[in-house]
Every structure is written in C-alpha cells, then in structure tokens.
C-alpha cells in the first residue's frame, strides 16, 4: 500500500531547531511537498522537492532523498507562531495526486 | 496575492440531503482538486481535475459524489445524499502545473456537518 510516516508531535523552544521527517511508500512519486496548518484551517505551501537535497525558504528548509525514500522539513528560530500541524505530501501522479502523512504537531514553548 | 476561495465555510445539512460545494480556484490554474479532513485525520485525496475531466479519483469518491466545472471560474463538489460519515472539512485545491512541480493552494475548507 501507500503510506507515508511522519512523528505524530514534536514539543521545542522558541529560538530552537526542529527537523521533522517523512519517509514514504508509493506506488509513484514525483516529489515531496511540505504543508503547514493551523488548527484546522487551509493547509499553507511550505516547501517542494522534486529532486535530491536541500532546498532553502528563508527559516525553513526541506531535503529529499530519493534513493532512502526519505524527507526532513528543518523549522529554524522557532516562534510561537509556529506552532500547528506540519504535513508532508507526496505528489504520486502526473496529475498531481497529493498523498498526506498524517502530519506533525509542532508545539513551541516559551 | 490570488487565493482559492470557497462557501460556504460552514455547511450544516440532514442525512440523504445533498449538498453542493463551492470553490473559486486561483484564475491562471489548471488543475483543480478536492480534498477532504476528517476531525483529527489526515487529508485525504478525493478527486483530480483537469481540462474539464476528472483525471482521477480516489475510491471515497463513489457515485454519491460529483465535480463540475459550471463555468470559467467556479469548481463545484456535489454529493447527491449525504451521509452521517461524509461530516469532515472539505477542501478545494488548485495548481498551475502537475507532475514534478506541482504545487498545490488550497482554499481555507467547507465544514459539512450532516445531522
């Protein structure tokens, strides 16, 4: 089957690094997409790999190894505001057939 | 900065009654798709959507359910008769391109509450 697995919750200070990881098992993949949601709300873009390594967003980054079917999203200066559910997605066909983890809850102390 | 948006955000309905639900994806994309989330779960791949085709479906979308593209703006589910367990946050997503690239936005949902 298809399953992508992901830490159900991480807990870090603010100011601290948080590496989240995903490794998946598809049927198909084209790439990694990472997705941030607060409470129940729209899921926000973060991040894409379509390629192996590292890919830079200001305080967030996201890595892909194609080869270990495995992907990190790297949370960089934690604010409070970072606090919420982080999903990894694999895009699994040609017309872009988004496959979610079961995401990861974030929480930031103070 | 362009938006998916959807109506409306709460839809409260009685079972076996159907419901439609409405998004306006971002004006330039192509490929539009419907998602849903149950309380506390992951988001679950409905329905793909593209050149006015379903490109694909998932087996949650059986033949309860239905897409329609109405006009040049809007993106619609319908589901014919609801179910207790159809109650989630239904989302429409919309992207410029599939494949390797695809980066999907996605409007802030519909609560369907079937009673």
């Known amino acids: 089957g298809q399953s992508l697995e992901q830490p159900s919750e991480v807990t870090a200070v603010e100011g601290a690094i948080v590496q989240i990881n995903c490794t998946y098992q598809t049927s198909g993949f084209y790439g990694l997409s990472w997705y941030q949601q607060h409470d129940g709300g729209a899921p926000t873009f973060l991040s894409y790999?379509?390629?192996?390594g590292l890919e830079e967003t200001g305080r967030f980054s996201s890595f892909l190894s194609r080869s270990d079917s495995y992907g990190y999203l790297l949370l960089q200066e934690l604010q409070m505001k970072d606090s919420a559910s982080y999903f990894c997605?694999?895009?699994?066909?040609?017309?872009?057939?988004?496959?979610f983890g079961a995401g990861t809850q974030v929480v930031v102390t103070p | 900065e362009p938006e998916v948006t959807q109506t409306p955000s709460h839809q409260v309905t009685q079972m076996g009654q159907e419901v439609i639900l409405r998004c306006v994806p971002i004006s330039n994309h192509l490929y539009f798709y419907w998602y849903r989330q149950i309380l506390g779960q992951k988001v679950e791949f409905l329905v793909s959507f593209y050149n006015n085709e379903i490109s694909e479906k998932s087996e949650i979308f059986d033949d309860q359910f239905s897409v329609e593209r109405p006009d040049g703006s809007n993106f619609t589910l319908k589901i014919r008769s609801t179910k207790l367990e159809d109650s989630a946050m239904y989302f429409c997503a919309s992207s410029e391109v599939a494949g390797a690239k695809n980066i999907q936005y996605f409007g802030a949902g519909t609560r369907l509450s079937v009673l």
């Open positions: 997605a694999a895009s699994t066909d040609s017309w872009g057939k988004l496959q």
């Open positions: 790999n379509g390629l192996d």
